[in-house]
């Protein structure tokens, strides 16, 4: 169990440019959360995937934000035409089917955009 | 909605010492669950403790015990014999378990705790 892996843990992109952040999650967990944090907040959710499957967004994720499970493994969320207020530590958690807690949370991929 | 508030943004403790954080929290539901996770500078939000609300017993973790007073929506967590590696954020969260949704974290703004020599 190497936990839940985030990549890159910093982006600094130009305004306009596409990001894409990847999470490797616990291998036996098919449920995965991204959260986004600003600057002095808790995480927000953003979207959550049991399997492959994206079975709830938030309100948060614009339609320039899109993730992904392929094949109910890893995730990515890609981030179109980024703008200043998409600053923010993006974060990564999953949990297995069985537990009504224990998220692992991943070290989260920090983006500035400039 | 399901809201958590923290209002101290920031505490500091010395070491040994004993420090409790307040969380306060609003929800119509009846079942749900409770949770303190640390921020350490390192950024991985690490599970602290955890209480489900049918529990009328206080969840205890070592040297970290909660008070838990459903009727008030109080949730306040207390750190016995501070050590230095306790200074992170501490994040109260709310989760309503298996409803068929996604069962997502709601958290409150944090609290940075110090603790110092």
């Known amino acids: 169990d190497t936990g839940v892996s985030q990549n890159p843990r910093h982006k600094i992109t130009k305004r306009g440019q596409n990001v894409t952040f990847r999470c490797d999650p616990i291998s036996e967990h098919n449920r995965l959360y991204w959260y986004r944090q600003t600057l002095g907040q808790g995480p927000e959710f953003l979207t959550y995937?049991?399997?492959?499957?994206?079975?709830?967004k938030s309100r948060l994720l614009s339609d320039r934000f899109s993730a992904e499970r392929p094949k109910g493994s890893f995730s990515t969320l890609e981030i179109q035409r980024t703008e200043q207020g998409d600053s923010a530590m993006y974060l990564c958690?999953?949990?297995?089917?069985?537990?009504?807690?224990?998220?692992?949370f991943g070290s989260g991929t920090r983006l500035t955009v400039v | 909605a399901q809201t958590v508030t923290q209002s101290q943004p920031e505490m500091s403790v010395q070491e040994a010492e004993t420090v409790t954080l307040s969380c306060t929290y609003d929800t119509s539901e009846n079942n749900y669950y409770l949770f303190w996770y640390k921020q350490p500078p390192s950024r991985q939000m690490i599970l602290v403790i955890r209480?489900?609300?049918?529990?009328?017993q206080n969840a205890t973790e070592n040297r970290f015990s909660v008070n838990f007073q459903k009727a008030a929506k109080s949730f306040s967590l207390k750190i016995s014999d501070s050590q230095l590696g306790d200074t992170a954020m501490y994040f109260c969260a709310f989760m309503i378990p298996n409803t068929g949704t996604a069962s997502k974290l709601t958290f409150g703004t944090g609290t940075r705790l110090q603790v110092t020599l």
């Open positions: 995937f049991q399997n492959e499957a994206q079975l709830e």
């Open positions: 958690a999953s949990r297995p089917r069985t537990a009504n807690y224990g998220y692992t």
């Open positions: 209480q489900e609300a049918y529990k009328q």
